[in-house]
Each structure stands twice: as structure tokens, then as C-alpha cells.
């Protein structure tokens, strides 16, 4: 247990749907970060949030869209997406305040299957 | 924008025997951070050791360690004694010196054969 949460685990949705993946850290960052991780392709940075306020967005489709309420929860609604889109989804934390103490904590994934 | 390489996409060792992980760089950054992560089948990313640019001494972990080559910007893992639990994806990563932009490589997928 790497104290980063994310649920649900596993999802299937049509692409005529909305939902939201959840992640959750109580470890005191304030960097967090969402990953696509497809078996093919490398591990893809899409979102990063610092303070709560979005610093990067890796061109990533407007089907996708992140939510960071607050330093310990970030969001990622999803609607009307492709099979393609069909992936792991990481959700990570880090220090993220020039702390020498840079190390990333992962959650477990959520594993999303667009039908 | 830094981008990190990971050449081989997959690798294999004999239990007990060493092996020897690439990965290189780049970036216009004197300060930053280098790590390798795991991913076992699991799929839960975990640290395996990690790098500050600033120091010249290779990082050590138990069987764990790195060859650090700054200049050439290389960072390679090396994995002794390795064991059947080796078994995993191996990600090597980078981060600027604020720690809030974390790059990955491809990943290197190591098979420990028995």
C-alpha cells in the first residue's frame, strides 16, 4: 500500500457514457498526476497538478477533463470516449515543492475498457 | 521538453546471475532527479532507487544499483543476484529539481529465468 487510492479498479463503459475516475492521497503532496498506460505505448503523462492548480495538460483530448478539488483528491471525467482510450490510468503524487524528497507514489490503476 | 529512452524493451537473466538495465536522457537542466520504478505484475509502481544529479556517487540499494554518467547523460540499473520477484516492468524516470514533473521511459520488461 503506497498510500495513494484509486477507484474503481476496474471499469467498462460505452462511449456514450460519463464517468469519473477517483484518486486519492493523504501523504501531505501537492503534486499529483494522471498516467495512461497502454499496452503498447509508453507510460503517458496526460494531467499534472501543483497546489491544486493544473501546471500541464500533455495535448491531451478534450474528452478527458481533470479535476483537482483539493491538495489530497484529483478527478478525471470521462465522456463519450473511444476504444482506443481503452487503458490503465495511473494516478501518482509527489512532493512537488522543490523538496529534495521527490519520490512518486502510484496508486493500484484503474483499468478502463471502453466498449 | 526532457524526454528519457529506454532501448530495450525487453531483457532476460538467469536466477542468480546480473544484469544490466539502459536508460538515457535529456534535458537542459543542471538540477534534477533520476529514479527506477517497478511494476510487477500486480501493476502497483514502486521505487526501486533513485538518483539527485548533484551527487557524483552512484546510488545503492541492497542488489540495486545505478551507473550515473551525467555527462553522457546515462542512468543504467543494475540488478545483482537476481531473483524470480525481479520479475517486473522497469521504468526509468526523471524530475525537475521542484519534483513536479515526472517523465517516464518506455519501460524494460525483465524476465528472471529459473
Known amino acids: 500500500e503506497t498510500g495513494v487510492t484509486q477507484t474503481p479498479r476496474h471499469l467498462v463503459m460505452g462511449m456514450t457514457n460519463k464517468k469519473s475516475l477517483k484518486c486519492e492521497q493523504h501523504?501531505?503532496?501537492?503534486?499529483m498526476y494522471w498516467y495512461k498506460q497502454s499496452a503498447k505505448k509508453p507510460l503517458e503523462l496526460m494531467f499534472v497538478?501543483?497546489?491544486?492548480?493544473?501546471?500541464e495538460n500533455n495535448s491531451v483530448p478534450s474528452r478527458f477533463s481533470p479535476e483537482c478539488p483539493n491538495s489530497s483528491h484529483l478527478f478525471l471525467h470521462l465522456h463519450t470516449l473511444q476504444p482506443e482510450d481503452s487503458a490503465l490510468y495511473l494516478c501518482?503524487?509527489?512532493?512537488?515543492?522543490?523538496?529534495?524528497?521527490?519520490?512518486?507514489?502510484f496508486g493500484q490503476g484503474t483499468r478502463l475498457t471502453v466498449v | 521538453a526532457q524526454t528519457v529512452t529506454q532501448s530495450q524493451p525487453e531483457m532476460s537473466v538467469q536466477e542468480a546471475e546480473t544484469v544490466t538495465l539502459s536508460c538515457t536522457y535529456d534535458?537542459?537542466?543542471?538540477?534534477?532527479?533520476l529514479f527506477w520504478y517497478k511494476q510487477p505484475p500486480s501493476r502497483q509502481m514502486i521505487l526501486v532507487i533513485r538518483?539527485?544529479?548533484?551527487?557524483?556517487q552512484n546510488a545503492t540499494e541492497n542488489r540495486f544499483s545505478v551507473n550515473f554518467q551525467k555527462a553522457a547523460k546515462s542512468f543504467s540499473l543494475k540488478i545483482s543476484d537476481s531473483q524470480l520477484g525481479d520479475a517486473a516492468m522497469y521504468f526509468c524516470?526523471?524530475?525537475?529539481?521542484?519534483?513536479?514533473?515526472?517523465?517516464f521511459g518506455g519501460g524494460t520488461r525483465l524476465m528472471v529465468k529459473p
Open positions: 501518482a503524487s509527489s512532493q512537488g515543492d522543490g523538496s529534495p524528497n521527490t519520490e512518486a507514489f
Open positions: 524516470a526523471y524530475t525537475n529539481n521542484a519534483g513536479n514533473m515526472l517523465t
Open positions: 497538478y501543483n497546489f491544486k492548480e493544473q501546471t
Open positions: 501523504l501531505g503532496h501537492n503534486a
Open positions: 534535458t537542459s537542466e543542471s538540477d534534477y532527479y
Open positions: 538518483q539527485e544529479a548533484y551527487k557524483q
